[in-house]
């Protein structure tokens, strides 16, 4: 069982930057891959983001690269996204996904069993 919440969402102008979190519980944590996803209002969720157990492993979407950093630090059960030189098609609603079994990466969200309940980013001038 791993509960996730997400936070570090809010209003920011074009350019700026904002760093997400996501909170997990679960002694399990530090042996899932974790992912970020988006969505925007009208349209389909979407990869952002991901990394294996160690964070070793990243992976990112073609739209956020160069731009966008996914981290974790597991003795505190956090996962980070670190958003810079934001654009307003950034804006929508970010998720915090987690593996069930595996360690590895993934940017499939059907391979993703927890989900947080999202923080709404917001980029306008």
């Known amino acids: 069982q791993v509960q996730l919440v997400e936070s570090g969402g809010g209003l920011v102008q074009p350019g700026g930057s904002l760093r997400l979190s996501c909170a997990a519980s679960?002694?399990?944590?530090?042996?899932?891959?974790m992912g970020w996803f988006r969505q925007a209002p009208g349209k389909e969720r979407e990869f952002v983001a991901t990394?294996?157990?160690?964070?070793?492993?990243?992976f990112y979407a073609d739209s956020v690269k160069g731009r966008f950093t996914i981290s974790r630090d597991n003795a505190r059960n956090t996962l980070y996204l670190q958003m810079n030189s934001l654009t307003p098609e950034d804006t929508g609603i970010y998720y915090c996904?987690?593996?069930?079994?595996?360690?590895?990466?993934?940017?499939?969200?059907?391979?993703?069993?927890?989900w947080g309940q999202g923080t709404q980013v917001t980029v306008s001038s």
């Open positions: 990394i294996n157990w160690n964070g070793g492993s990243r």
């Open positions: 679960g002694r399990t944590f530090s042996t899932n891959g």
């Open positions: 996904a987690a593996r069930q079994y595996t360690s590895v990466w993934s940017m499939s969200e059907d391979e993703y069993d927890y």
